[in-house]
């Protein structure tokens, strides 16, 4: 076999590999992800908490000051007690403790002092929003599964239709492999998961419907993002934490955008007691 046939049949190889390993990893990690979000209360904010704790941790590796402890220690201080306030109920302690941290971080990360604020905003954002959508008894559940079915619909549709379909790439630059194909795969496959909700009378339709199409193209948008950061410090992946997907970067960065975006939404329509019912009940 020449050179130029065992390029191709390498990589074809390699892709292989690597689904089979986001394969396992996403059926290692999906039921113990969906476990935690129904038990809720402790169980669910710990685990969101540890979560922003490793998303700050790599966003600082990432933009270069992975070995700053003095940055790194009380951003965790400050996303662990956020997370603590959270699981006591008290939002704005943990808003507190929050706007305490990025004071401190901002003192102690010199010239990357924006993007060191970025990260822990980036993090807490995250940590906060998902706490929220899951805090209402009767609809938290719900509505988190929604938006995490959206996000990892949108990823699955996304990589099986740009796979197979390919064509014109979406934005090259930030991202060379992702396609137009793969975001209207994504799309589609984010708007069956709301008929389906729609289906078993979780919410009306037509409302689930543009909200699981906002949801599918925010998360694209925040798989964008966290390429486009990545890019600017040339890196490639954030960690190598999990098998197949990279890091927690990379792995929830379409779930960062979307979380954030429901529980805004949640939040401007039931109140910070009822986000996931003003996210699903229509």
């Known amino acids: 076999m020449s050179e130029r046939e065992a390029a191709p049949a390498a990589a074809s190889e390699q892709g292989s590999r690597n689904l089979?390993?986001?394969v396992v990893a996403a059926l290692v990690l999906a039921p113990v992800a969906i476990?935690?979000?129904?038990l809720g209360g402790i169980a669910w904010s710990l685990l969101v908490t540890l979560a922003a704790v490793g998303l700050f941790a790599e966003w600082l590796m990432v933009t270069g000051l992975g070995r700053a402890l003095r940055v790194m220690v009380?951003?965790?201080?400050?996303?662990?007690?956020t997370g603590l306030c959270l699981m006591a109920g008290r939002t704005d302690a943990a808003l507190v403790v929050l706007a305490v941290g990025a004071v401190v971080v901002a003192l102690t990360s010199g010239a990357r002092r924006n993007w060191a604020i970025a990260g822990l905003l980036y993090a807490a954002a995250a940590e906060i929003a998902s706490v929220l959508l899951r805090l209402d008894t009767a609809k938290g559940f719900a509505a988190?599964?929604?938006v995490l079915l959206i996000v990892w619909v949108t990823d699955i549709g996304g990589y099986f239709a740009g796979r197979s379909i390919g064509g014109p790439k979406l934005w090259v630059r930030i991202s060379p492999k992702k396609t137009w194909a793969g975001a209207a795969g994504g799309f589609v496959a984010s708007l069956l998961v709301a008929a389906c909700f729609a289906a078993f009378e979780i919410g009306t339709a037509?409302?689930?419907?543009?909200?699981g199409a906002v949801l599918s193209v925010v998360s694209q948008l925040g798989d964008l993002f966290e390429s486009a950061v990545k890019r600017r410090f040339g890196v490639k992946d954030s960690s190598h934490i999990i098998p197949g997907h990279g890091g927690l970067l990379d792995r929830l960065d379409g779930f960062v955008a979307a979380v954030i975006v429901a529980a805004i939404f949640g939040f401007l329509r039931g109140g910070a007691d009822g986000v996931g019912r003003g996210l699903m009940v229509w």
């Open 20 to 22: 089979a390993m986001r």
């Open 35 to 38: 476990a935690l979000a129904y």
């Open 206 to 211: 037509g409302p689930l419907l543009m909200l």
């Open 144 to 146: 988190l599964m929604f």
């Open 74 to 81: 009380p951003g965790i201080v400050a996303l662990l007690l």
